[in-house]
């Protein structure tokens, strides 16, 4: 009962103190409204990197394996012929492997008539469609018998084909690449530039023996993207693979892989590196914020206490303990604090819904932001209200009645 009726004085003094009390939380606000922005922001890109590269066709229960050791998209290694159609057979034969797509890349120039542009050419198999789930927009995808013999056809992404046929058909319609005519069986699904600047759409497909065969002349593979039965097999799997390729390419103890794995986490990570640095400086900004609404709430509170003297010393007379003003001086400094983590919540809420609202950043809201408000509320109004309760409760009663 002695609690709550600590409580109740510690919410009759604010309120008769409103201006006091609007100070003290404008600190607390700024600093938990920031935190709550920077949080939103997070989960929103985040969201936003997942659902492009599932999007892309890289759902998580898939990765790639590139010729040229290093890190991602970085190869340190020159040597990025090692990779073969053995090797891939070798990984299809793995119990936790459902698909694999052996692919050959080359950047050339692509020719319709007058108009030409330079594109991604990859050989593929048939199985690239159903292991990326790329939809097609017009025409067929390639098909066995396009593999087995050999056919000059080609799928054209949205971007090559909207500069060579400007908009016209294009189905059943010849263009060349180096000195051989391809014919135009199909079109893919436009997907649009990501944030990051990189054409999805910038592809042409072939089937992957032709490109072996006519264009690139060459039997090794530029990668390998593995699908497995389920996305809790991925790393397990990536380990299996690794041991197979480096057995296969004689790979001694202390030497480097040969080859690097592409993930949609690893992905996701390289594309999120700048806004996570963004995100830790403005989380040191929004806890310097606190920190000094903390301090702004300490000083104000002394001078509270000096202002209400008289107050103190009529309780402390009346029977009031040492212990009774200490918990109603501590309880206002939580209680501001928290009203300040609760105008804090909201003004950051309005902020992230005006940020997606106008298309300025990706935001989500979670339970985190709530959470965190009420930790550092409570923290923040437990430590900087110690030594004011402290001090209001050390006056002595008749100092306190014979001061006014």
Partial sequence: MLIFKNLGQALR????????TLLMTLGVMIGIASLTVIVAIGDGIKIKVLNRIANMGFGPESFSVIAGG??????????????????????????????????????MKIINKKEFTSTRVYGVTPDWQLARGWEMTDGDFLSDSDL???????VLGATPARKLFKGKESIGKMVRLENNFYVVIGLLEEKGLTESGYDPDDRALIPLTTSMSRLTHQ????SIKVVTLDASQVPETMETVRQVLRRNHNLSVLADD????????????????????????????????????????MNILLVSIRERVREIGIRRCFGA???DITFQFLFESILVSLLGGIMGVGLGLIISFGLKRFDVLPTHITVEPFILSFVFCSLIGLIFGIHPARKAAMLSPEEAIRSQ
């Fill in 70 to 107: 290093g890190r991602m998209f970085f190869t340190r290694s020159k040597n990025t012929t090692s990779m073969t159609l053995e090797d891939a057979e070798d990984l299809l034969a793995l119990p936790t492997v459902r698909l694999i797509v052996p692919r050959q890349r080359k950047r």
């Fill in 219 to 222: 039997t090794y593979l530029h």
């Fill in 148 to 154: 087995d013999r050999r056919k000059r056809v080609v």
């Fill in 258 to 297: 040969d080859f690097r794995f592409i993930t949609p986490e690893g992905i996701m990570q390289w594309v999120t590196e700048s806004e996570q640095a963004l995100n830790r400086m403005l989380i040191l900004i929004s806890t310097v914020s606190l920190l000094v609404g903390g301090i702004v709430i």
């Fill in 321 to 323: 303990r040492r212990s």
């Fill in 13 to 20: 003094g604010l309120r008769l103190n409103r201006g006091n």
